[in-house]
């Protein structure tokens, strides 16, 4: 009876201390620079909007975040994991974009006293796009969780390129056109050969091609970033890693993806055919997570992208 007794305890302890699997994963990238790696599948209750890259640069002035997360716990969770790397507040949120994971969980920062800023163009779009954020965010994650989610707009925006100091620490954003979304920039670190991309790139995960994507620039931005020749690239979404897998999961795919929808539209394929598009050379990227969930929006997207140029 005590052995079952001790058996049941036991159990229910080894239960009680299982770890959780995290939500985000921490990943050293330099001696000052931390990728937070969130799951690669979409948003979720589980996941309330953690479901990307963010960025931590720990400078003497303080920490910089790149990104904020889609959501009022998501920003809390976010903040949890810098805590894990350092004590220093955190005096700069940088918004790559208007994609909800970059600039939703601004309001929470912002009580806390960060600066938040975003280039002119996803300013923009963020107003644009802000109601339908939140309401899809109400479907997806629940009321009760994405309570104390608000938009929270950035206090300095730039037009073309930035660059901020902090301590020893030197930032540059760089706007190069519409990309994935109209706004969409990257934060290069000359010092540390680190670029983090935003939405630019997605690696072990099919990118998403929206409807507002300018596909076409798309490639022009990657290429200028790859011009920097960085050492590490942070991206959206994936673990960080060099410019090669950068170029593999994204540049090469997007270039593939458009010669495909354009060889559709030029043997007479039509827009009602094109999200069954499943061809070679695009079937090597089934192997990235959520390629079946994208695939066909991609080309749709791409499709109407190509019509009218
Ligand atoms: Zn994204």
Same mark, same amino acid.
């Given at each position: ?24 994963e921490i990943q ?69 974009? #208007? !994609?909800? /994971?970059?600039? =939703?969980?601004?309001?929470? @920062? ?7 800023? %975003?280039?002119? *163009? ?8 802000? #109601? !339908?954020? /939140?309401?899809? =965010?109400?479907t997806i994650i @629940? ?7 608000? %938009?929270?707009? *950035? ?45 630019i790139v997605s ?107």
């Amino acid at each position: 009876m005590r052995m079952l007794m001790f058996l049941i305890l036991f159990s229910l302890t080894s239960f009680a201390n299982a770890e959780p699997t995290p939500r985000i994963e921490i990943q050293k990238v330099t001696d000052n620079v931390y990728a937070l790696v969130g799951q690669r599948g979409p948003m979720s209750k589980w996941n309330f909007g953690t479901n990307a890259t963010f960025g931590v640069v720990v400078t003497s002035e303080g920490v910089v975040l790149i990104d904020s997360g889609a959501s009022d716990k998501a920003a809390r969770y976010i903040h949890e994991q810098i805590k894990k790397i350092t004590d220093k507040p955190v005096v700069l949120v940088i918004n790559t974009g #208007s !994609e909800d /994971l970059r600039w =939703l969980g601004n309001t929470y @920062f912002k009580s806390l006293g960060a600066k938040i800023i %975003t280039s002119k *163009a996803a300013l923009v779009h963020q107003h644009e796009r802000a #109601s !339908e954020l /939140l309401s899809r =965010l109400d479907t997806i994650i @629940f009321p009760q969780f994405s309570v104390g989610t608000d %938009t929270t707009y *950035a206090d300095e925006t730039f037009e073309k390129e930035k660059t901020i100091t902090l301590g020893d620490t030197t930032l540059i954003l760089k706007y190069e056109g519409p990309n994935y979304m109209p706004g969409d920039f990257y934060v290069w670190l000359p010092e540390e050969s680190v670029a983090f991309s935003g939405d630019i790139v997605s690696t072990q995960r099919m990118l998403a091609v929206a409807r507002v994507s300018d596909t076409d620039s798309w490639i022009n931005v990657f290429k200028s970033m790859q011009a920097l020749n960085p050492e590490h690239v942070v991206p959206g979404h994936g673990h960080a890693t060099d410019i090669n897998e950068a170029k593999a999961d994204t540049l090469n795919y997007l270039v593939l993806l458009r010669q495909a929808v354009r060889n559709f539209i030029d043997s007479g394929g039509e827009i009602q055919d094109v999200r069954s598009l499943n061809q070679y050379p695009l079937s090597p990227y089934e192997r990235l997570i959520g390629y079946d969930m994208l695939m066909g929006r991609n080309s749709l997207h791409v499709y109407m992208e190509l019509e009218w140029e």
